[in-house]
């Protein structure tokens, strides 16, 4: 059974930095997508970042210079650093993971089948 979970969440001031973690388990795709999605309050939630299992990635407009995503098959960990962190980053933060497919890419919900539970992200001016 896959289960990913995060950590890193926190509360920073605008302009600060971040690192979330996202520890995965029980993965069996051999050719797969990893993301980062967000929702903020009375928001749906959002794409931010994907990585292929062979590297590649995609980013938001919204956070593309600021946010890198990265992984570490060794640990089976994904990452999602963030830096010059804006109040309107202030969000649940999810990792997901699901097989290659053109949504995934595209940063569509629908393209991932599994999530992780989130953690929070607070962005102060």
């Known amino acids: 059974q896959v289960q990913l979970v995060e950590s890193g969440g926190g509360s920073v001031q605008s302009g600060g930095s971040l690192r979330l973690s996202c520890a995965a388990s029980?993965?069996?795709?051999?050719?797969?997508?990893m993301g980062w999605f967000r929702q903020a309050p009375g928001k749906e939630r959002e794409g931010v970042a994907v990585i292929d299992s062979y590297g590649p990635t995609n980013y938001a407009d919204s956070v593309k210079g600021r946010f890198t995503i990265s992984q570490d098959n060794a640990k089976n960990t994904l990452y999602l650093q963030m830096n010059s962190l804006k109040p309107e980053d202030t969000a649940i933060y999810y990792c997901a993971a699901g097989p290659h497919s053109r949504r995934g890419w595209l940063l569509l919900h629908d393209g991932f089948d599994y999530w992780g539970p989130g953690t929070q992200v607070a962005v102060s001016s």
């Open positions: 029980g993965y069996t795709y051999s050719n797969y997508y």
